[in-house]
């Protein structure tokens, strides 16, 4: 015979209450939109800036934007600039990219692709410079700009090890992210505690790894990129706009 007491059954009653209100909660949250500014460098040397924001659409939609200019010295010999945008909708579980556009313009560079997410059928459609072709959807597919706030959603929620399936050079390709523990990054904007991912490419020399700090709702504020060749390319947080904060 089991027996409760008033005090068990108002405790047990406040417990659920709560863990469906954090239930819901987790599944709700999203990031705050922000704009952000970032210097990127290599050899030691500033090579560019980018500057992205999360913000909301009229539709009721996402927009996470991303512009990456040529810096320093390098902008004295090219022009370069790449421009990236993801639009999405939430539903209150998943991230879902509809729309993703790339354009780069340089010296002697134009390329452009857009990528188009069918969530009803299940399809994904990449037109590069006018040449279009399809493929099937896998799960959690994100386009090549969107999975970075979904980082900061993932981890948020508490999520360690972390995998996509990327829209990425005309395929689907796995982005996994393994947990390297937890660092303290110098940034213009201050030190700040972070969480170090890498993406986990086996057999592969590129690596990318990302420091995403807590206090900043998991922004990354630094992004490391190593090419097959060795070369490194650092991206480093040195401002941050976030309304009402």
Known sequence: MQIRTAGTVIFLWVLCGTLRWCSAESLTTLPRFFTADYSLHSMGARIAVMHRS??????????YHSETRAAGLLALIRNDIVTESSEWQFDGVEIKP?????????NDTKRNVEIRFDWQEKMITTTVNGSSWQMRMKSRTMDKLLYQLAIMRDLSMGKKDISYSVADGGQLKNYDFVSLGEERVQTPMGDFQAVKLERFKPGSKRSTVLWCAPELEFLPIRVESVE????TTTAVIESLSVPGR
């Open 98 to 106: 509809v729309n993703y556009n790339y354009r780069h313009d340089g």
């Open 228 to 231: 097959i060749d060795g070369s």
């Open 54 to 63: 999360f913000s909301a659409l009229s539709n009721g939609g996402y927009l």
